[in-house]
Each structure stands twice: as C-alpha cells, then as structure tokens.
C-alpha cells in the first residue's frame, strides 16, 4: 500500500503555496499587458465599425466587440482573485463583489442564464473577508453546476434591510448546495445572519461602523 508521509504532505502543501504566490506576483503584470492589448483591440473595432457597411458586416463587429468585453471582464475578474490577501476582514460594498464575481460565476455555471444577479443601485459597506466570501461563492457556483436541472437557475437578489444589507441566494428547490454553509457562516462571524430555505439562503449583514 502506498500513500504520502506527513513529510511528504506538507512538502507537497508548501510547494503548491509558493507556486501560488508566485503564480499572484504574475498577475498585475498580466493584467496591465492586457489590458494594452484590449485598448487596441478595442480603437480599431470603433474605427472599423464606422466605415464597415450596415447588416452583417456591422453585426459581425459587434460580436468580436462583445466576445473582447467578455473577455476583459473574465481575466480581470480571474487575476484580481489571485491578488486578493486572505484572512483580511474589510468595509467593502457587497454589491462590488458581487458584480466583480459575476463573469465567473457565470462562466462556471452550465449556461449563460443560469446565473442572475439583481443589485441595488448603492448599498453600504460591510465587514466581511473578501477572499474567503469568493471562494465560497465560487465553490457554491461549482456545485450548483453538477446538481442544477436543465432550465434551473441560480439567482442572487441583494437588497437593504435595517441599516445593512440582504443577500438571497435562490436554487431550485431541494438542490443540495454545501457551499452555502460556507456563506452562513461567513455572515455570522461577519456580525449577520442567516436562514437556510429549502430553494436557498438567505443571509444579511450589518452595515460597517463609519470610520473614524
């Protein structure tokens, strides 16, 4: 019978840890050369688009525009996740993670409308571990993936209540998400709540003291 020591375990943790940090110090660069990269793309679509002939050619343009947005917003998305520091507590706007989470949730989950987002047009910040929010996010999104109906969706309605923030986060009824045990728990240490539903959760969150 083979298997790991503990030696070889922690060795193993602690490589993938410093391939990691070594992986985030790539990411600002990254993000700056493609962001470079999308400028142009996106100068020369506007100078194209305005001499390229009505109909199809004008369609065309405006799809390889939105598959560059797209694309824009994923990376993003992807490289500031391996920016973010873990195991910091902040006053954020939950709406702002929410909507910087929105190209991967959606690109994890089987079809374009399977995930919906709803956000109020300002909400007050609340204190909350960013990195630890995303990742249960996203682990959530992964599972809903394999357990989601055809036709099911996963919505995520944030509203104001009481000073602080709402979050509902609806299923079709009876799907098993353990990731949201992950998103309650975060929002009571957070100094919130949360009640599990049979096609969801439902959490919320105090609004952080004002600073100074």
Not at 119 to 132: G, Q, S, Y
Not at 192 to 206: F, H, K, N, Q, S
């Amino acid at each position: 019978m083979t298997g790991e020591t503990p030696n070889q375990a922690d060795s193993a943790t602690e490589i993938q840890a410093k391939r990691l940090t070594s992986v985030a110090t790539l990411a600002r660069p990254v993000q700056h050369d493609i962001n470079n990269l999308l400028t142009v793309v996106f100068a020369n679509l506007e100078l194209l688009k305005r001499t390229a002939a009505p109909g199809g050619p004008q369609r065309q343009l405006d799809r390889i525009q939105e598959a560059a947005k797209r694309l824009e917003g994923t990376t993003r998305a992807i490289l500031s996740l391996l920016r973010r520091p873990v195991g910091q507590t902040a006053a954020l706007r939950m709406s702002d993670i929410l909507r910087a989470a929105q190209p991967l949730l959606t690109l994890l989950l089987p079809t374009g409308g399977a995930f919906q987002l709803e956000l109020p047009e300002e909400d007050p910040p609340v204190l909350l571990d960013r990195a630890a929010f995303e990742d249960a996010l996203l682990a959530m999104a992964q599972q809903a993936t394999e357990a989601m109906p055809r036709g099911g969706a996963l919505r995520m309605l944030l509203e104001l209540r009481d000073g602080g923030v709402a979050l509902a986060v609806q299923h079709p009824e009876g799907m098993a998400l353990p990731g949201l045990d992950a998103l309650a728990a975060l929002a009571r240490t957070s100094g919130g709540t949360a009640e599990m539903a049979p096609d969801g959760l439902r959490l919320t969150l105090p609004a952080a003291p004002a600073a100074g």
